[in-house]
């Protein structure tokens, strides 16, 4: 190989490592504590209690959406057909008539999909 066939095969590789070391570096991980701070927007709707506006998110991770009996869910929430993971956390945060089509939430979404994914691993912590 000729050097300046060589000098581009290294550039690949020390771009490929590069690559490597910030997509598996913990930058990319959700931050919980910061979801924490952005919960106290949801607050105003999602208590603990029954007589909340909303339905209480306390241990919604690994609940099926629209399934507490003690809340009236719109008719889009209760035909959800999934369970409430990270994924859909998220997804739902950031945008909720998107995932939801109809869902009766007055909230339109984080516009940064980083802070509704901050968000979904607080609620993941909301025991």
Known sequence: MCESGMRWARSVLKGAALGAVF???PVSAADPAH???LFAACIACHSETADAQ????????GRKAGSLEDFR??????RA???WDATNLRDYLHDPQAK???NH????GFASMRDAEDVAAYLETYK
């Open 23 to 25: 997509l598996g570096s």
């Open 105 to 108: 939430m007055p909230f339109s």
């Open 100 to 102: 939801v089509n109809g």
């Open 73 to 78: 869910y719109s008719s889009a929430m209760k």
């Open 54 to 61: 909303g339905p209480s998110l306390k241990g919604v991770t």
């Open 35 to 37: 979801g924490k701070l």
């Open 81 to 83: 057909d999934f369970s």
